[in-house]
């Protein structure tokens, strides 16, 4: 993990000490809040629906034990609304239609986007917090506002088999240049970069402002000084959710990695220059992108050609500081040792997992769902889930980000990752560890073994906590949670991506779902829409694509039923492969969206006759 320096830590605490001034002179009604407003939300603080919530940047989606227990005592500690705010959101939520969760405070929500964000802090201690994150290098620094925000990464970066070659000294070089770039802190609107080194795109990046690949350059690449096998860039500008799901597009087949900084420089400079700042709702650069086209492209490719010439190439990345960055990211001395120990063997490792998973059949299906491949043949990575009944997608109570950072320093090197699905993984976890790591995850309540099964869906908070949302995903969430515990059945629906989002921003990612769930607003009541067949790029889903809505509104009761007889139509129409079935989404893609409208609604027709 990069490790900050004398100069990152000192930066961080005056960043918390200017805070502090700020609300100071907030609270004592020197500051205006039409003046406080940007200043909070440099910072990472909104005022949601009911009180204030924080955003954490966790850079790539990297933590260490240390700074994992300090996210749990600003859950325990500070994550607590007054009784008055609490009862208020309570009260509201009643006045709700549908069907309803309990709503519960002192714990912390993992994004899609690998943050961590609180919904309950009084902005009084807001500070306080602040200085409490800055103690372990932490803080909510570009989380918020039309700026470049926190970069996000493959969970698997640096450890997955088909990795071309690690992203994360990339992330870090890209976060440093970015962090307050004095040309990019008012951008037309928000700018989300995501960075991938592997064959399988497991960061989305097809779905960001800017997604990078890292490549080796072929053959018909070679040139001006690029030789085949050159490691470099393949960029893609212009993706993203919200109103008008846009998925990214190819400007750069091949880019030396060591350009990197300059031609996002370029992208940026002309987004910054040709952006438009009249309407919100089409600031973001997917909207130039698309109007633009080629122009938009040779726009970037003038003004890289002006940096490299007229500007002297001045964020050229040089070896050494590829060296310097890179030596953060080295396995930790164990797992160097596995590598290169001249007495492993692979049937070894084989046997050992044979007989402790003999007999067991929980055991089994925790080796196959939640334990996955490593670079290092004598290691493996483990997915943590935090999906279970009575919590919503990505909620960690205090006690499990404690329980979870114990396991992380026993088995895991004391690291532990935020993942794309809102789920915690360990990438260092040696392979005759596994039964006892286990034992201890299932323990800790983490080691449902559902990881890309149906349960394992992703939620944004919605409607009970963003003022942005018109309606609630938490409790349909939660209601499918219930409904589908049983792991034979979710076996036998196999893998399958449900993502859901409160509103239209797309903070849940519905729209690259198998099946997507829009919370919309209809007459001042929650209702929502049903899309099939979107996907993220991963390779189960195939190329990324946004689902297709496939009826009018279903309501917040109607909704579970409707999924489950989408489910139900799916099993009746799959077709056999091998010994299991095709994948929903191949048989989706294979008999088109029809079959499963008709069944959708078949299901409402259903729920209005009982009623």
């Known amino acids: 993990m990069y490790t900050y320096n004398n100069f990152d830590k000192e930066f961080v605490k005056l960043r918390a000490a200017q805070y502090r001034d700020q609300l100071e002179r907030r609270l004592d009604g020197r500051l205006k809040e039409e003046e406080f407003r940007p200043l909070r939300l440099q910072n990472g603080w909104y ?14 989606g990297e933590l260490n034990t240390a700074q994992l227990r300090v996210l749990a005592q600003i859950a325990r500690e ?80 640096g450890i997955a088999p088909d990795e071309i070659a690690d992203p994360r000294p990339f992330c870090e070089i890209l976060r440093q240049w970015s962090t307050l770039h004095p040309e990019f802190a008012f951008l037309p609107r928000k700018f ?35 030789a085949r096998g050159d490691l470099g860039f ?25 350009q990197i900084l300059n031609y996002l420089e370029a992208i940026v400079r002309v987004y910054n220059l040709f952006g438009r700042r009249d309407n919100k709702y089409k600031a973001r ?16 490719e003038s003004e890289y050609q002006n940096i490299l010439t007229q500007d002297g190439a001045p964020h050229t990345i040089t070896q050494a500081e590829l060296d310097r960055v890179s030596k953060h990211f080295v396995p930790p001395a164990f797992a160097e040792c596995a590598l290169s120990a001249s007495d492993f063997v692979a049937s070894k490792v084989s046997r050992i997992l044979e007989v402790a998973a003999h007999d067991d059949v929980a055991f089994t299906r925790w080796l196959t769902r939640n334990v996955h491949a490593h670079k290092n043949p004598k290691l493996r990575a483990v997915t943590l889930s935090v999906k279970r009944v009575g919590q919503s997608p990505g909620d960690v109570t205090p006690e499990q980000m404690e329980a979870a950072a114990q396991i992380a320093d026993q088995f895991s090197a004391g690291e532990i990752r935020v993942t794309h699905d809102q789920n915690l993984l360990l990438p260092w976890v040696s392979c005759d560890a596994l039964p006892e790591l286990w034992r201890a995850a299932k323990k800790a309540g983490f080691a449902s073994s559902n990881i890309g099964l149906l349960s394992d869906m992703i939620a944004c908070p919605g409607g009970d906590f963003c003022d942005l949302a018109n309606a609630r995903s938490l409790p349909i969430a939660q209601e499918l949670t219930e409904r589908y515990q049983d792991l034979d059945e979710l076996e036998d629906i196999g893998d399958i991506d449900l993502h859901m989002s409160g509103c ?4 849940g990612h519905h729209h690259s779902g198998h099946i997507g769930i829009l919370g919309v607003d209809k007459d001042g009541q929650e209702w929502y829409q049903l899309t099939l067949g979107g996907s993220d790029g991963s390779k189960i889903s195939g190329a990324s694509v946004a689902g297709k809505v496939v009826g009018p509104s279903f309501s917040a009761a109607e909704i579970p039923d409707a999924i489950e007889a989408v489910l139900k ?32 609604n078949g299901a409402r027709h259903k729920e209005e006759a009982a009623a």
Request: glycine content about 8%; overall charge neutral.
């Open 504 to 507: 239209i921003n797309s903070c």
């Open 285 to 300: 650069i997917k909207i130039l992108v698309k109007a633009e086209g080629q122009k938009y492209i040779d726009a970037v």
């Open 192 to 226: 989300k970069i995501a960075v991938t080194g592997a064959e399988e795109d497991r960061a989305a990046t097809d779905w960001h402002d800017v997604g990078l690949k890292l490549v080796k350059a072929r053959e018909d690449d070679a040139a001006n000084g690029i």
């Open 569 to 600: 139509t799916y099993k009746q129409l799959r077709e056999p492969r091998g010994e299991k079935f095709e994948l929903f989404i191949d048989t989706l893609k294979r008999l088109g969206a029809e079959p499963f409208k008709a069944a959708a």
């Open 47 to 60: 005022v949601q629906r009911y009180a204030p919530m924080l955003r954490v940047a966790v850079p790539y």
């Open 78 to 157: 500070y994550d607590q609304p007054s009784e008055e705010v609490f009862q208020a959101a309570v009260t509201g939520q009643a006045r709700l239609s549908g069907i309803g969760i309990e709503l519960t405070k002192g714990y912390g929500h993992f994004t899609t986007r690998q943050n961590i964000q609180y919904n309950w802090i009084p902005l009084e201690k807001s500070a306080d917090v602040m200085d409490l994150l800055a103690t372990v290098n932490m803080h909510g620094i570009q989380t918020s506002g039309n700026c470049i925000r926190n970069i996000t990464s493959d969970g698997l970066a």
């Open 234 to 258: 393949q960029v893609l500008v212009g993706g993203g959710m919200g109103r008008t799901p846009v998925i990214a597009t190819k400007i750069r087949e091949f880019l030396p990695w060591n």
